[in-house]
């Protein structure tokens, strides 16, 4: 029998996915759990994973003409109810705010006191908050568009959470904007939708689908819900990112009206769209392999670690040097508008260890330094995607060294693409789609699915009955439905103007 070979993380990805998935963030140095219930820790490694993340995103807004401003966390109850669907949607995963101090009782315990005359509800999301700030801004057709986003942290009381996916309280962007005619707002909710399909290919190497939400998944108190969806190596899908049509509904509720060109008035027309840490959780389960984290250069914290072996005290100073020297270099290159990020790891631990912690957190590029390396002028270098392993004399390694990271990007992409291409089928049989759903292990199911190609009639009964009996939605209506020709629904055999995406989702 075959040696298995030892991985960095246990269990590996065949043998427990979802444990795995836990063991790369802590392994990797990404989060943790925190004290508070729900809540995580996002750790330096992480959080500079995540300033990545919106340095590259808040470019993009910027470029399409929107600026950043920052509204109130609390929001007044009354104002969630003004929108039905809008309240009725984020009603249970409310945190409110009662009471406004804490008075120490006879017991020696603090309780709360000073009861509030309207409750606050700590931001789920800001649609109506943003909305009154509008209606006050808002007087004239002169006054549009208003292209606004803000970076903050949303509070959702999850009751099952998983260290980014879902966490009661998580970090994100969300814009708003607002607009004279309803052709503009869809525009801008179009524009967004392909600014995170842009983002997620070219920035983290996830390759993702677009199109429309059903009714039955839509953003509440939204017209239309646009969204991007990626294959994770389970196979399940991700919701990566969503932009939504508002119409008017958030308008009127908010009361933001304005003179239009006739000198009547009009409500304005709205949208929003946000991305979140979650991101973070979708290039975990995109790239990462057995041995912890894979990171996407463009979105890495740092992209060469440096690895100095010091076996002889008297040649550290000669080693440290030459490793400082070959970093300096580095910096002088660019990749994709950043300086080439380098950490010279001079810490005095194991040389084993320092080099698995560094393959744990993914950093794209590892390069030793020893003193054969020294005396030839090379480094031995290894890249996290392939494992391959070289030495190379170091004016090559650093002229090279943005071409490897542009290989690593690109290759990354393509083996998520081709992921997704394997395990993407057109099924036209209920019984081969129960099938392709239905694990063989149902104690421990292991990675089966993917995304299903299949007629539907339209009808929120065929999606409700597939939901319930396998645990399967509809992830996305793509946007050229049409184009591929009518058929038969799935579930019921009714007439379908086109395929959607089914798959098991996150």
């Given amino acids: 029998m075959a040696k298995q070979k030892k991985t960095a993380i246990t269990p590996t990805r065949d043998e427990n996915y979802p444990e795995w998935y836990q063991q790369v963030v802590r392994a990797a140095e990404l989060a943790e759990n925190s004290d508070v219930r729900g809540c995580m820790v996002i750790k330096p490694w992480g959080y500079a994973l995540w300033e990545n993340i919106q340095r590259g995103l808040d470019k993009m807004f910027k470029d399409t003409g929107h ?109 708003h904007t607002a607009h004279e005619t309803e052709a503009e707002a869809w525009e801008e909710t179009r524009k967004m939708l392909e600014v995170y399909k842009t983002f997620a290919e070219e920035f983290m190497a996830m390759p993702v689908l677009t199109g429309e939400k059903t009714a039955g998944e839509r953003f509440p108190g939204a017209v239309s819900t646009l969204c991007i969806e990626a294959m994770m190596q389970d196979r399940k899908a991700l919701q990566a990112g969503t932009s939504h049509f508002l119409g008017q509904n958030f308008a009127k509720a908010s009361g933001i009206q304005y003179s239009n060109r006739d000198g009547g008035r009009d409500y304005a027309w709205t949208t929003s769209w946000g991305v979140s840490t979650r991101l973070i959780g979708g290039m975990i389960m995109t790239h990462g392999d057995d041995d912890g984290m894979i990171m996407p250069p463009r979105l890495a914290p740092s992209h060469v670690v440096i690895l100095p072996i010091i076996r002889n005290e008297e040649d550290r100073e000669a080693i440290l040097a030459y490793c400082n020297e070959i970093a300096a270099n580095l910096r002088k290159q660019r990749f994709h508008e950043r300086e080439v990020e380098v950490v010279v790891d001079s810490r005095d631990i194991n040389a084993g260890e320092k080099g698995w912690g560094w393959v744990k957190k993914g950093i794209p590029v590892r390069a030793e330094v020893g003193p054969r390396d020294m005396a030839n002028n090379s480094v031995f270098m290894a890249r996290r995607d392939t494992g391959e392993k070289q030495g190379i004399d170091k004016d090559a390694f650093v002229d090279g060294i943005v071409a490897t990271l542009e290989d690593i990007q690109q290759g990354l992409l393509q083996r998520a693409l081709a992921h997704r291409a394997e395990n993407t089928r057109e099924i036209d049989s209920y019984e081969e789609f129960v099938q392709f759903f239905t694990p063989e292990n149902k104690e421990r199911p292991e990675a089966h699915g993917g995304f299903a190609m299949s007629h539907w009639c339209d009808g929120s009964e065929c999606e409700d009955k597939i939901n319930d009996e396998l645990s399967v939605t509809i992830r996305t209506v793509p946007f050229d439905r049409a184009e591929g020709g009518a058929g038969a629904c799935i579930c019921c055999g009714k007439p379908s103007s086109g395929r959607v995406v089914f798959a098991k989702s996150y």
Avoid at 117 to 141: F, M, N
Avoid at 169 to 174: D, K, N
């Fill in 67 to 175: 600026v950043n401003a920052y509204f109130p966390i609390f929001i007044p109850k009354s104002y969630l109810e003004k929108e039905a669907e809008h309240v009725e949607g984020f009603a249970k995963e409310c945190a409110v705010v009662t009471h406004h101090r804490l008075e120490q009782g006879e017991d020696g315990k603090l309780h709360p006191a000073g009861e509030l005359e309207e409750p606050l509800i700590v931001r789920p999301t800001s649609e109506t908050i943003i909305g009154a700030t509008y209606a006050k801004w808002v007087e004239s057709y002169r006054d549009l568009p208003i292209l606004i986003n803000q970076w903050a942290n949303v509070v959702r009381w999850e009751m099952r959470t998983r260290l980014f996916l879902r966490t009661a309280e998580f970090l994100w962007q969300e814009g």
